[in-house]
C-alpha cells in the first residue's frame, strides 16, 4: 500500500532526520531500495523522472510493478511512489496512474505562472490525497535533458509557492544533479536558513544529494531539510559492481552470462549505496 509523503516528511522534520528518496529505472533498481528500506525499517520514496518512466514503458507500469512488488515482498515501511521533476503534463498523468507523491518543477516559468500551475495541482493532488513537492530556483546540473546553473531561491518567492498548500519544497541553495565539479562552492547555508525562516517550517528538499559531504548533509539536515535525493550514485556503484564482474570475466564462466548473475553485483552495490545514504540520512528504524 503505497502513501503520500506528507507524514513521513513532517516525521522526519520534527525528528530531526531525512528520508530519501531513490530514484528507480527498472526492476532491479526497485527491488535493490524497498529490500533496503524493509531491511532498515526506513520510510523511502521512489523517484521516477518523465525520462525513466518512459523509459519504463510508462506510469501505469510503473505503479503497477511497485504495487505487486510492496504487495509480494512484504513490505511493510511507508514507501511513496514520488514524480520527479515533473511537467506540468506529467504530474497530471501520475495522479492518474496511481502514484502516491508528485512534483511538480514549475521553477522555469515566470513565478505567476508556477503559483498558477502550482495551485492547480495542490488541489487535483490533495483531492486524491497525494502530497505535492514543489520547486523554486532550479536546480544545477542536468537530469533528463533540463539543465539548471545551481540557482539560490529566493526566500520571498520560497514563501509564495510554500503559501499555496503545498506539502514540501526543493529550494536551489547551490546544489546540482550529477558529479559536482572540483571548483564547486558547496551548499549555501545562509539561504537555507533564509528560505527555511521564510517558509513556514515546511519540509525542505535537497536535490542533488550525489557527491554532497556528509557534513554538508547533517548540517542541511539541522536547518530544515527533511528529504534528500539520491539517483547519480546509485547508478555509479551499479555501473562499478556491473564492470568488475564484466572485466573478472564471470560472464564467461559457466550460466555466468544470465541476467539473474549478470545483474547480482550491481543490485547488491545499490542496496549498499542506499544502506550508507540512510545510515547518513537518519532515517534507520523510523518506519
Known sequence: MLVSATEMLKKARDGHYAVGQFNINNLEWTKAILLTAQEL????????????????????????????????LGITVPVALHLDHGSYEGAKACIEA?????????SHYAIEENVAKTTELVELAHSKGIS????????GGEEDGVV???EIADPAE??????????????????????????????????LDKIHGATNNIPLVLHGGTGIPAG????????GVSKINVNTEC???????????????KDL???????????????????????????LFGSVNKA
Open 235 to 249: 547508478q555509479l556503484s551499479f555501473a562499478a559492481a556491473t564492470r568488475e564482474y564484466v572485466e573478472a570475466g
Open 98 to 106: 496511481g502514484f502516491s507523491s508528485i512534483m511538480f518543477d514549475g
Open 41 to 72: 525499517n526506513s520510510p523511502v520514496i521512489l523517484g521516477v523522472s518523465e525520462g525513466a518512466g518512459k523509459y519504463m514503458t510508462g506510469f501505469k507500469t510503473v505503479a503497477a510493478m511497485v504495487n505487486a512488488m510492496v504487495d509480494s
Open 253 to 279: 564462466q559457466g550460466k555466468g552470462f544470465d541476467p539473474r548473475k549478470l545483474l547480482a553485483p550491481g543490485f547488491e552495490a545499490i542496496k549498499a549505496t542506499v544502506k550508507e545514504k540512510m545510515e
Open 158 to 191: 520560497c514563501a509564495k509557492i510554500s503559501g499555496l498548500g503545498i506539502d514540501f519544497l526543493a529550494a536551489g541553495i547551490g546544489n546540482i544533479h550529477g558529479k559536482y565539479p572540483e571548483n564547486w562552492k558547496g551548499l549555501d547555508f545562509d539561504a
Open 132 to 139: 505535492l513537492e514543489a520547486e523554486v530556483g532550479s536546480i
Open 216 to 223: 554538508m548533509i547533517k548540517k542541511a539536515i539541522s536547518l
Open 148 to 150: 539548471g546553473a545551481g
